[in-house]
């Protein structure tokens, strides 16, 4: 699963404990260091179940870790999971959510060496980034490449990272090939097209709303299918009797099937999510029971017959493999420096309006990605004409 549908990678940033915690509605920035406001999620349920709050004290780094004066949070399908109780890979609540974020750094612990006080710094964790200020081990941060934005720099290393690794590492997108991308306008629907375009002459199928279409194409999709409307196995046949060389499933349940069997031989169908289970603001049995029931299986003995590969993705469970990721995250910023690829933002949003922020992603009104910020910039006055 990526962060999309499901993790982010490392551990969870420090939580402050919830007896130092103070409900708070405002949105003015804390008044003096000693406090700090985080997103916090109270219990499983709905938005409402997700508020700011604020926290007494300054978090101060351990040996090996930084602090980070947060600028921009990433929105991932697996935080709208975590809030319903549907993704293991969170803390129990009271929990500050959040699995990477973007930001200064203000305070280095004891031993590190490869990070100054100001470097901006983008930041993977498994939890706990939403938040104004954030402790981290230094091995959990990035340095942000030049010219990249705080948004840009939130909206990068989860999407990214799992749309890299699904294509090349278990997909081996290569010329001449096609591929199907459900979820094409959400965030590593977003990353996929735009690393797809990197090899020359993919066939890219992309599943959205109709309301998306011309987006999808601008960015690089050949056959755009509205999922809603349409069968969109018998919408690839038309194009492509034979199927697909790749198939990107985010779905789970049902749809894993059809992806398998959409698959040319030799093809790889990689499966890394469940927004199946996700069908409203709070977790829904049915929806559950639904797709666990309809969860594809294969033995090892009809997969030799077929000559198809099937992969599993899951970032959130690769918190030790700092080499790996870091090894991928090194060819993403090279491609970012060399402008072949480009966080897409969809919109941005303050903590305080978090709610309105996760229902844009579950209502799949996204194109791109969306971002909290601890608060909006300011805007300047405008100057009076003559």
């Known amino acids: 699963m990526s962060g999309e549908e499901a ?25 003096a260091e000693s406090q700090y406001r985080a997103l916090v999620l109270s219990g499983f349920g709905g938005y409402e179940k997700v ?14 870790e930084l602090a980070v004066r947060v600028r921009a949070c990433g929105l991932n399908f ?24 973007a930001g200064t750094v203000l305070a280095l612990g004891e031993g590190v060496t490869d990070r100054q006080v100001g470097d901006k710094v983008m930041v993977l964790a498994r939890a706990g980034l939403w938040q104004e200020v954030v402790t981290v081990p230094a091995n959990q941060t990035y340095l942000m490449p030049d010219g990249m934005s705080f948004e840009e720099a939130a909206a990068f290393l989860v999407n990214y990272i799992t749309a890299y690794m699904i294509l090349f590492d278990f997909g081996n997108l290569r010329p001449n090939q ?28 992309g599943t959205a709303s109709a309301s998306k279409h011309d987006s999808l194409r601008e960015s690089g999709v050949t056959h755009p299918i509205d999922y809603r409307s349409m069968d969109y196995v018998e919408e690839v046949r038309k194009i492509s009797p034979k199927g697909v060389d790749v198939v990107l499933d985010p779905l789970g349940g049902s749809d894993t099937s059809k992806a398998f069997n959409l698959l040319k031989p030799m093809g790889k169908l990689i499966t890394y999510g469940v927004a199946n289970l996700l069908t409203g603001q709070k977790k829904n049995l ?3 029971a639904k797709t666990w029931w309809n969860q594809f299986s294969i033995n090892a003995l009809q997969l030799l017959h077929l000559n198809k590969a099937v992969c599993g993705y899951h970032l959130g469970y690769m918190d030790e493999e700092f080499e790996l990721i ?10 970012y420096n060399q402008g072949k690829i480009k966080p ?9 309006q978090v709610a309105d922020a996760m229902r844009q992603m579950q209502e799949k009104k996204n194109v791109g990605k969306v971002i909290l910020v601890p608060e909006l910039p300011k805007e300047e006055p405008k100057k009076e004409e003559n």
């Open 7 to 31: 993790a982010a990678a490392p551990a969870p940033a420090e939580q402050t404990p919830p007896a130092e915690q103070q409900a708070a509605g405002g949105g003015d920035a804390p008044p």
């Open 78 to 101: 697996a935080d709208l999971l975590a809030r319903q109780g549907l993704y293991e890979r969170l803390p129990p609540p009271p929990v500050s959510p959040g699995m990477e974020c």
């Open 51 to 64: 508020k700011v709050q604020v926290r007494r004290g300054e978090p101060s780094p351990r040996p090996g």
């Open 286 to 288: 049915m929806a559950m």
């Open 178 to 205: 096609s591929i199907l991308i459900h979820m094409a306008a959400g965030g590593v629907g977003t990353a996929a097209i735009q690393l797809c375009k990197t090899v020359e002459n993919v066939t890219i199928f």
């Open 344 to 352: 897409k933002i969809d919109s941005v949003w303050p903590f305080e």
């Open 326 to 335: 870091g090894g991928v995250v090194a060819k993403l910023v090279s491609l």
